[in-house]
């Protein structure tokens, strides 16, 4: 379904998920849509140079992809390498050695000094201008930054900011951006919950 525009694509996504609940036919859909994959699919095949990297339910490769492959073909911008530096029983610290800045995960199986890849999905961040007093109290990460730079994401603004000399992408709405008058260089802070990290062993 490369060749229809997106309102008959659309359609035709309904109309095959219907016919495949109808018929109760098991199927397999080759595409390098992935939203197409997501409407379609029950379980989801991630191949790379001909080989499956990983298979699994849309909330797992979505959320949470065992490989920094599948994290970066799904679109988590934010990767960064560090090690684990304190764990307990709710949840552990993860040392960044990108952008020198800690963050805060949901308790994950291992040991302090593993390292690791943290991500964080570019939607799941709320940015807001450094002066105003705005901190989400159930966010248990906060990261001070400068705005590099904003784009047009399709329907999305794609908001770059510095970080401590490493670069996170945060993904906001033409009025979330257009309110608070963001601009390029701009103090800003990124606020997101721990179960917002995603780490990869």
Known sequence: ???????????LRHEIAQLQRDVG????????????????????????????????????????PEKEFVARFIGMKNIFEGKIAALDEDNGVLQISTGNFDLTTVFVPSSVGTRVKACVRPEEIILTKSDRNTSVRSARNEIAGRIVSIS??????????????????????????????????????????????????
Not at 1 to 11: F, I, K, L, S, T
């Open 25 to 64: 036919l098991t199927s397999i859909y080759a595409t390098h849509d992935q939203v197409g994959a997501m409407a379609l699919g029950d379980r989801i095949a991630v191949m790379n140079n001909g080989m499956i990297e990983e298979v699994g339910t849309h909330e797992k490769i979505f959320y949470k």
């Open 1 to 11: 379904m490369c060749n229809p525009d997106a309102v008959v694509r659309e359609r």
């Open 152 to 201: 047009q994401n399709g329907p999305l603004m794609r908001v770059l900011v510095d970080v401590g000399g490493a670069e996170m992408s945060v993904d906001v709405t033409r009025l979330a951006a257009r309110d608070p008058g963001l601009n390029r260089g701009d103090r800003v802070l990124l606020t997101f919950k721990a179960t917002s990290v995603h780490v990869i062993l």
